[in-house]
């Protein structure tokens, strides 16, 4: 049996009081045998820190990773967060999600360096597309299937198409691939029981601790 990824993506959303109140939350529902997914939190950087903090001390299993990093190494570059930053803090970084080649031209070019810096600071880069002809670089173990029409829209994608595009990902490539857009408790089940894919990326119904717990809930 497979252990699915589950990703919970929070984007731009949540104080740190808010972001402390779910952690508090979703740590009460969390059994204490655990579950059977690899449950992967990526809350916005500044609550990072909390979210490791509260891991270590309640000695829970939770992974975290970072919405994004910096094409450019440390240093003199400010506003920007680096992979050497990162590395201690998270386990794994998105890259390439839809929002940010849409609203802030990150480019094949650009990801390909932020690629790069993940790989070298030993970060695992879960890299999205929405289409299978996408460029996946080098070095990509994980893809993230995310059709444009299913984000955030409610119109998810048929799970024998997605599981079909996961198909096409994996041709001649040793990559794990997980399906993103409009997952609910609901229909998790429906992607997860098909072939090729690996789990799962929630954005929306992340942002609620039981509604993220009843997707995982689903799968255990
Ligand atoms: P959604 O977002 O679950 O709100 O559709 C998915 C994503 O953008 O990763």
């Known amino acids: 049996m497979k252990r699915p990824l589950i990703v919970g993506n929070w984007k731009a ?3 740190l ?27 916005a950087f500044i609550h990072l820190p909390l979210f490791k903090d509260f891991i270590a001390q309640k000695n829970l299993p939770w992974k975290l990773a970072a919405q994004d990093l910096s094409s450019y190494p440390s240093g003199a570059y400010t506003g920007q967060i680096s992979a050497e930053m990162l590395s201690g803090l998270v386990d794994y970084v998105l890259l390439g999600h839809s929002e940010r080649r849409n609203y802030f031209q990150e480019s094949g070019g650009m990801l390909k360096k932020k690629v790069e810096q ?3 600071f030993h970060l695992q880069p879960i890299y ?23 984000i955030g829209s409610g ?14 990902i994996k041709k001649g490539r040793g990559v794990k691939v997980l399906y993103g857009g409009s997952v609910k408790p609901e229909n998790a089940y429906s992607f997860l029981s098909q072939p090729n894919l690996d789990g799962l990326m929630v ?12 997707i995982i809930k689903n799968v255990v």
Request: with cysteine.
């Open 13 to 15: 959303h949540k104080d």
């Open 17 to 43: 009081i808010q972001a402390k109140s779910w952690t508090e939350e979703f740590s009460r529902l969390w059994p204490e045998e655990g579950v059977g997914a690899e449950v992967i939190i990526t809350p």
């Open 118 to 120: 993940a790989v070298k």
């Open 128 to 150: 999205c597309v929405s289409e299978a002809k996408m460029l996946v670089p080098e070095g990509v173990e994980i893809v993230a299937y995310e059709p444009l029409f299913a």
């Open 155 to 168: 119109q998810p994608d048929t799970p024998e198409n997605a599981s079909q595009v996961a198909e096409e």
């Open 203 to 214: 954005g929306g119904a992340s942002l609620k601790a039981w509604e993220f717990w009843e």
